[in-house]
């Protein structure tokens, strides 16, 4: 796995739902996870190395490690609050999250303590080989498909989390961080931490392709994009894709490997902008309240209600400039575009000089810089003539 910025074929593979499809999304997610082929792929994701938080059972077993990742993972979806970013939200808090966040993890920042995001617009993404992807199932990759696939990462479960919340003290299970470069460290039994489930959508990479398209050939013979597709749609309409901890109290930027996905960055930035309220505030939140048949099917399953809050750019930055700053040519007096950065503030200014005060991380939004030298004003100027 390779991390880098959405390339134009990862976010051409993610189309979104409307917001109130995120309410009908979530059972087909949990239930697919639940199912056997559900634990099925999560073993095969842990015998293939492609998680980050395994499970170590006594004696080692990818299918019980794949039991205990499932049971946490429905619980997280049963209890989630159901969050849809606009894709205008999403690139702000890609644009902020340029500069990792500072401030030690903290829960004050979760909207709330299980939660389910899908974002608008991928968070990030990454390439895979597609031989990677059929050799463990005794398939081969036709000649037609594509050797390289870009897979976009699309939503993020959470919870808050300690290692004996899946597997309790007593039942001989030791939690693994898996590195990059093949090698695992335990993770400390009196660990607090975030958990986050990392989700991509379900033949992203095929959808793309004209459906005739021959993808993989076995002995029951070849498959092509288009049944590739039904197939993985028919199951759930985003799947796991991999998981990570933000341990409370470290910065990001020490809790994870140098060579870690920075998806983390950006739903942790996001939290930090919703949490941001008042003078401050960056976003507003509309709810959608679930209607009457659908709250009936989530108390029937046992799921919180589920009302989808939308997130978008607040009314008051919806004509600042996009995020993506602009280059401004040396010398020119063309303007510049300032996209959303961070901001170390301090609360207590009176106290600053003897070190008694506390500091906030703050994001601040982005906005449009004049000629150097000469301020831009954005707002006309209004002269009252009386008399």
Same mark, same amino acid.
């Given at each position: 796995?390779?991390?880098q910025?959405?390339?134009?074929? /990862?976010?051409?593979?993610?189309? &979104?739902p409307?917001? $109130?499809?995120?309410?009908?999304?979530? %059972?087909r997610?949990?239930?697919h996870?639940?199912?056997?082929?559900?634990? =099925?792929?999560?073993a095969?994701m842990?015998?293939?190395?492609?998680?980050? =938080?395994?499970? /170590?059972t006594?004696?080692a077993?990818?299918t019980? /490690?794949?039991?205990?990742l499932? $049971?946490?993972?429905v619980?997280?979806?049963?209890?989630?609050?159901?969050?849809y970013v606009?894709?205008e939200?999403?690139?702000?808090?890609?644009?902020?999250?340029?500069?990792?966040?500072a401030?030690p993890?903290?829960?004050r920042r =979760?909207?709330?303590?299980?939660?389910l995001?899908?974002?608008?617009?991928p968070?990030?993404?990454?390439?895979?080989s597609?031989?990677?992807?059929?050799?463990p199932?005794?398939a081969q $990759?036709?000649? /037609?498909? &594509?050797?390289t =696939?870009?897979? %976009?990462? !699309?939503?993020?479960?959470w919870?808050?989390w300690?290692?004996?919340?899946?597997? &309790?003290?007593?039942t001989?299970?030791v939690?693994?961080?898996?590195?990059?470069?093949?090698?695992?460290?335990?993770?400390?039994?009196?660990?607090?931490?975030?958990?986050l489930?990392?989700?991509t959508p379900?033949?992203?990479?095929?959808a793309?392709l004209?459906?005739h398209?021959?993808?993989?050939?076995?002995?029951?013979?070849?498959v092509?994009?288009?049944?590739?597709?039904?197939?993985?749609?028919?199951?759930?309409?985003?799947?796991?894709?991999?998981?990570t901890?933000l341990?409370?109290? !470290?910065?990001?930027?020490q809790?994870r %490997?140098?060579?870690?996905p920075v998806?983390?960055d950006?739903?942790?930035?996001?939290w930090?902008?919703?949490?941001?309220t008042?003078?401050?505030?960056?976003?507003?939140i509309?709810?959608?309240?679930?209607?009457?048949?659908?709250r009936r099917r989530?108390?029937?399953?046992?799921?919180?209600?589920g009302?989808?809050?939308?997130?978008?750019?607040h009314p008051?930055?919806?004509d600042a400039?996009?995020?993506?700053?602009? &280059?401004r %040519?040396a010398?020119?007096?063309?303007?510049?575009?300032?996209?959303?950065?961070?901001r170390?503030t301090?609360?207590?200014?009176r106290?600053?000089a003897d070190?008694?005060?506390?500091h906030?991380?703050?994001i !601040?939004?982005g906005? !449009?810089?004049g000629?150097?030298g000469?301020p831009w004003?954005?707002?006309?100027t209004?002269?009252?003539?009386?008399?």
């Amino acid at each position: 796995m390779h991390d880098q910025e959405t390339t134009p074929a /990862a976010a051409a593979a993610w189309t &979104p739902p409307a917001p $109130r499809e995120l309410a009908d999304w979530r %059972p087909r997610m949990r239930e697919h996870i639940a199912s056997p082929i559900g634990h =099925l792929m999560l073993a095969e994701m842990i015998r293939t190395g492609h998680t980050t =938080l395994a499970p /170590a059972t006594t004696p080692a077993s990818p299918t019980a /490690a794949a039991a205990i990742l499932a $049971r946490g993972e429905v619980d997280r979806l049963t209890d989630a609050a159901l969050y849809y970013v606009t894709a205008e939200m999403t690139a702000w808090a890609h644009a902020a999250a340029a500069t990792p966040p500072a401030e030690p993890v903290s829960a004050r920042r =979760l909207p709330a303590p299980t939660g389910l995001m899908l974002f608008a617009a991928p968070i990030g993404s990454y390439s895979q080989s597609s031989d990677d992807v059929f050799t463990p199932y005794g398939a081969q $990759r036709a000649p /037609a498909a &594509p050797t390289t =696939l870009d897979i %976009p990462i !699309v939503a993020v479960s959470w919870s808050l989390w300690t290692p004996d919340r899946d597997a &309790p003290p007593g039942t001989g299970v030791v939690w693994l961080n898996h590195h990059g470069d093949g090698h695992h460290t335990p993770i400390p039994p009196g660990t607090q931490a975030i958990w986050l489930t990392f989700y991509t959508p379900a033949a992203a990479s095929w959808a793309q392709l004209p459906p005739h398209t021959p993808i993989t050939t076995s002995s029951l013979g070849v498959v092509t994009a288009g049944e590739l597709t039904e197939a993985a749609r028919l199951l759930a309409p985003l799947t796991w894709d991999n998981e990570t901890l933000l341990p409370l109290g !470290v910065p990001l930027a020490q809790s994870r %490997p140098p060579d870690a996905p920075v998806w983390a960055d950006v739903v942790y930035t996001a939290w930090q902008m919703i949490s941001q309220t008042g003078g401050l505030a960056l976003t507003e939140i509309e709810t959608l309240p679930r209607d009457r048949a659908g709250r009936r099917r989530d108390t029937r399953q046992h799921l919180t209600p589920g009302d989808v809050r939308v997130i978008r750019v607040h009314p008051h930055h919806r004509d600042a400039p996009p995020a993506t700053p602009e &280059p401004r %040519p040396a010398g020119s007096d063309y303007r510049v575009r300032v996209a959303p950065y961070r901001r170390n503030t301090c609360l207590n200014p009176r106290a600053h000089a003897d070190g008694g005060c506390t500091h906030d991380e703050q994001i !601040v939004a982005g906005h !449009v810089r004049g000629p150097d030298g000469a301020p831009w004003r954005t707002q006309p100027t209004v002269r009252l003539w009386d008399r």
